[in-house]
């Protein structure tokens, strides 16, 4: 055991670097190219160039962002998939992110009188209400998987239509607006970073706080019972987190999904389906490839920006056909 | 799904008395629905004579009747597919836009409308239609493992659509300005239909229904179960095959015109399979009819609720639709 526990170690140190790397590379691309090399001078500069705002203002914060929001999604897929225990639930197609995003879309573009905080706390809102929504939906009478996935997709289609509408009610500058609800890391400042890192990080830490019970909830009721854990507790507790996360996510970037979906699958498969190795990997190697996923859709048709849900969608849908037709006996 | 027993009614011919009846309402409703909108008509200057009144009225003839049938077209077309697909899959949830065909079809299209810029009246249903079809293709294949069952489809159709979804918009994000118009075409709207599209778009729906409802006894067939069907001895997969690209021909000669409008293709077919107990000679009918009303309506309300401003009628139907929908799943032992 001794043995497995050194490798394991070793493989997250090694990923941890590798994220660093990916963070570095996203501070030295992009439209305006600046060398590897002279990024260490940039950062603890004092000057007021160019370079240093790009790099200080703009490409930090958004890396940073990037990394977070990774970790938050992917974290709250695997919590997801532990809450239904389906292997397909992930934020987006269970209506959690449709709702954030409706409540979103109405705050800002009312431009409602609030602050920060309280419209964080408003799409938290959103986002449990889209999600309760899809839940309620699928456990009533027959639970199943296709009635999950099915209720996802209408609860996150009304509130699409929702949303939609009142983008062209409004009328302007559909096109910024397309790009932020296809999910997109532009012009993320480091407001948006202390907005929703306080969140972000004690909902990462309850969870990691609380893989003990998850395991034993991933047994299935009677077992969970048995072992004493408080099964309304534990779903509240799980429901809270996925809102959290994926609300913080969402004020941020919009809509992106399919990390939740691919990545806790990636960590079951490599590593383990105990929730203490796995959610810290699972945070790890999202926050890895929102990273990369965001270096590459800013640097692939530069100088404009694709947004990074498109690429995680190109990347993720394949993913989860595959899963469809592999796992055909197992899951569906 | 229920098995089903079928039988022919000794009063068919009240049935054929009421779809003609309802088939008539449906011009006295669009031209109702036509009377309502921004601008406003003068009623009462169309009085006495109504009806040579009514044809010279230049905002009626011009911009409102011909986008109300082809509404009433594409209204049908979605409903009709519908109930194929969900004949043919034995799944009361299975739609045009639910498995994918919509999101191809969209992709295909906007990919078409960016490369030949100026929009040929034969490449963009041509796209159109390659793009349903290869989204049927690319569906029916995942689903298909030692069968296909209903749940595997419909999660195979859901990342499909996701797929082409994304495909659409990073081709949109990729070109800023023509965003605007496309982004209302996504969402399916009527705006700005003219005469030549309907005469388009009439052809499509005549020979689409016509070829259903000779196919509906077929269709019944399907619907039992496969063992039932080889002995009455019929080729389950040709049908299968003829009856989906049928299916994928209605849709996507409706997403070419209008752009993919949500939902239709669900609800209508569910309604009239309860009204008329799985016999599809019956549903496929009255679902053209079905789905013409809830379009019209739908862009009715579109265009009066918040005038100036125009809603387009598949925001409208979506979200008509989609509480109907979760009814059903609530509903359904699926």
Known sequence: MKKTDLKISTIFIALIFVLLLGMLLSLSFG????????????????????????????????????????????????????????????????????????????????????????????????????????????????????????AGVSVSGFFYALTAGMLILLGEDAGAIYSWLAGGLAGVSWDHFYQILPWSIAALIFSFVITHYMNAYALGDEIAKSLGVNLFKIRIVLCLLVVILTGCAVCVSGVIGFLGLIVPHIVRRAFSDNFKIMLPFTALIGAILLVFSDL??????????????????????????????????KVV | MKQTHFKYSHNQYRQIIIFFISFIFLFLFIAICSLIGDAKINYISLFPNVISNYLNNSILIEYRLPRLLIGACVGANF???????????????????????????????VLSLLIFANTNFFILPLASFTGAIFAGIVV?????????????????????DAFFHSGTTFILVNNTEAVGSIYVWLSGSLWGKEWSEFLFILPCSIIGIFVSIVL???????????????GLGLNIKKNRIILLILAVFLSSTGVCLVGPIGFIGLIIPNIMRTLFKYDYKLIIPFSALGGAFLVILSDTIGRSVLAPIEIPAGLISSLLGSPYFIYLLLKSRF
């Open chain 1, 296 to 329: 590459i859709a800013r640097i692939i048709f530069m100088p404009i920006e694709t947004p990074v849900g498109v690429i995680t969608a190109f990347v993720g849908c394949p993913f989860f056909l595959y899963l469809i037709r592999k796992n055909s006996e």
């Open chain 2, 216 to 230: 509906s006894k077929r269709i019944n067939i399907l619907n039992l179960s496969d063992e039932v069907i080889i």
């Open chain 2, 140 to 160: 029916y294949f995942f689903a298909n493992k030692k069968g296909i069952t209903p749940l595997r489809l419909i999660l195979s159709g859901v990342a499909v």
């Open chain 2, 79 to 109: 409903a009709i597919s519908g109930a194929i697909l969900q004949a043919v899959t034995k799944n009361p949830l299975a739609a045009p836009n639910v498995t994918g065909i919509n999101a191809g079809s969209s992709f295909f299209s």
């Open chain 1, 31 to 150: 439209s305006e190219h600046i060398k590897l090399a002279t990024i260490w001078n940039v950062l603890i500069s004092q000057d007021e160039n160019i370079d240093s705002i790009i790099v200080n203002a703009l490409r930090v914060p958004r890396a940073l962002l990037a990394a977070l929001i990774g970790a938050n999604l992917s974290v709250a897929g695997a919590l997801m998939q532990c809450l239904t225990r389906n292997p397909l639930a992930e934020p987006k197609m269970m209506g959690v992110s449709g709702g954030a995003s409706f409540i979103f879309v109405i705050a800002t573009f009312f431009q409602l009188p609030i602050s920060q905080n309280i419209l964080t706390f408003l799409v938290f809102i959103g986002a449990a209400l889209g999600g309760t929504l899809v839940y309620i939906i699928s456990l009533y009478k027959n639970p199943s998987i296709g009635k999950l996935v099915l």
